[in-house]
């Protein structure tokens, strides 16, 4: 029986957090200030990125049987 | 083997509680608890609308043990909604199911200016009572419920039917023979379910798994390094201002967004752990050079003589400088700032000041060489902060 391959979920991960840090240095580049410290906002893209890995690896099926 | 838990793990009577089916409104946990423990349904809604009020504490119990109750002939819900659940030892759903209440019952409280107290109590009382039962269980075997049996009773086997002493100590003795070889006191018993599915295939010394982990691609490291160093240069060619600020914003987003669509299209390969960390790495520190090098806040353009001076900022920066302010001027100054970071600077503390500030951080900041028993100069000025998600810094020079 043929499976799909499952998600490799740190390339996901690792995926989504670049991204996050670009919007971040593109807002910054444009010339818009972030009203916050710039760790909070980088804490927050690991903290978005991170949940969603989790997400999917939680809700992945079990394929052992 | 792991399996699930269900309310069998609070009280033994509810050892594989299944809610009936038909039940729209409600999840009919209520009515399958109470027809298992045999009292009005009304007594249990009852009771779960009460504990609603212990800070929630129903609320969270109730959501838990209708994930953990299947529907007759159906599985569990947490089973579809999160299939590695189960999967997880026992102790550790506990654990989770636990912790999550706890989060839960506590925001709620912290939220609702809600007391902790009747919480406290009802997990108190229900401890205590779960633990008197305990021991009554172990001294009076025949009446009460080891602990263990709690956590698998689910798939434990039937003892015979007691027809006759002879039956009964038969059971025993079998039970007694298999301990003597088990290989320590701490192993619990062999779990058989007799009505339950086929249990899996043995494994053997070394099962394969189903889903081996994919082969590395260095051409698909190769891919990324290209595509990101590519729009990287291409900040340069295109003569983007200013250029290398976008030459890392390009690159880290490139590299991203290529990371991602190999992950969700490309799944019989994966990417070098190392080219991973390597990626992470250079795109926080550029991201981070970037950040730091933001723009200082643009002046906003002031006008005095007049009676009320209203500034708006929204998702904006800026500074308000006033420092030229007479301090006989009893204007009305107000600052609205809307998702906004903005400097204020007054030449004195003004005689009111009002501040509204949601999820905002407003400061005020004195000078700093400044004695709290010197005479203080006042400003006849009114000065008002609106602010939304904004911070907002004011700045007295005297």
Redesign the interface.
């Known amino acids: 029986m043929n499976k799909t391959p499952r998600i490799d979920v740190a390339t996901l991960v690792t995926g989504l957090t670049l991204i996050g840090f670009a919007v971040l240095g593109g807002l910054v580049a444009w010339g818009h200030t972030l009203i916050r410290p710039a760790s909070l906002w980088f804490a927050l893209v690991l903290l978005a990125s991170g949940s969603i890995g989790l997400a999917v690896s939680l809700t992945r099926r079990d394929d052992r049987h | 083997m792991n399996s699930l838990v269900d309310l069998g793990t609070l009280d033994h009577r509810l050892v594989g509680l299944q809610r009936p089916n038909g039940t729209t409104f409600t999840s009919g946990l209520c009515r399958a608890v109470a027809a298992r423990v045999g009292i009005d349904v009304l007594l249990v809604r009852l009771a779960v609308v009460a504990l609603v009020f212990a800070a929630g504490l129903g609320l969270v119990l109730y959501a838990w043990a209708t994930l953990l109750t299947p529907r007759e002939g159906r599985v569990a819900p947490i089973r579809r909604?999160?299939?590695?659940?189960e999967?997880w030892p026992r102790n550790t759903q506990v654990v989770v199911i636990g912790a999550s209440s706890l989060v839960v019952v506590l925001a709620l409280a912290s939220q609702g200016n809600f007391s902790l107290f009747p919480a406290i109590v009802v997990v108190a009382v229900f401890l205590l009572m779960r633990r008197r039962a305990i021991r009554a269980g172990s001294a009076h075997p025949g009446t009460g419920q080891h602990p263990a049996a709690a956590w698998h009773d689910a798939a434990a086997p039937t003892a015979p039917p007691p027809t006759t002493a002879t039956t009964i100590e038969e059971w025993r003795s079998r039970l007694a023979a298999h301990a003597s070889i088990r290989t320590g006191p701490a192993d619990p018993l062999p779990v058989v379910d007799l009505y339950g599915p086929d249990p899996?295939p043995a494994p053997g010394p070394n099962p394969a798994?189903?889903?081996p982990q994919?082969p590395v691609s260095w051409w698909g490291a190769v891919l990324v390094v290209l595509l990101s160093g590519g729009a990287a240069s291409a900040a340069f060619a295109f003569g983007l201002s200013?250029t290398w600020?976008?030459a890392?914003?390009?690159g880290?987003?490139v590299?991203?967004?290529?990371?991602?669509?190999?992950?969700?299209l490309v799944?019989?390969r994966?990417?070098p752990?190392v080219v991973?960390v390597l990626?992470?790495g250079v795109?926080?520190t550029?991201?981070?050079m970037?950040?730091?090098?933001?723009?200082p806040?643009e002046r906003v353009a002031v006008e005095t003589g007049t009676q009320d001076l209203t500034y708006e900022f929204i998702?904006?920066?800026g500074v308000v400088d006033l420092s030229d302010l007479d301090l006989d001027d009893a204007s009305t100054i107000t600052v609205e700032a809307n998702?906004?970071?903005v400097r204020v600077v007054l030449p004195a503390e003004p005689i009111r000041f009002t501040q509204d500030a949601e999820m905002s951080q407003v400061d005020v900041v004195h000078p700093s060489s400044r004695t709290a028993d010197e005479e203080r100069p006042r400003s006849s000025a009114t000065l008002v902060i609106n602010a939304v998600?904004?911070?907002v810094e004011v700045e007295y020079l005297s």
Do not use: I, Y
Not at chain 2, 81 to 85: G, K, N, S
Not at chain 2, 255 to 264: E, R, S, V, Y
Not at chain 2, 290 to 295: C, F, G, L, M
């Open positions: 909604l999160v299939p590695a659940f999967r899996d798994p189903a889903h994919a200013p600020l976008w890392c914003v390009l880290t987003g590299a991203g967004a290529t990371m991602l669509f190999w992950a969700l799944r019989s994966r990417l752990v991973l990626a992470l795109g926080a550029s991201s981070w970037v950040t730091e090098r933001s723009e806040a998702a904006n920066t998702l906004s970071s998600m904004s911070t």
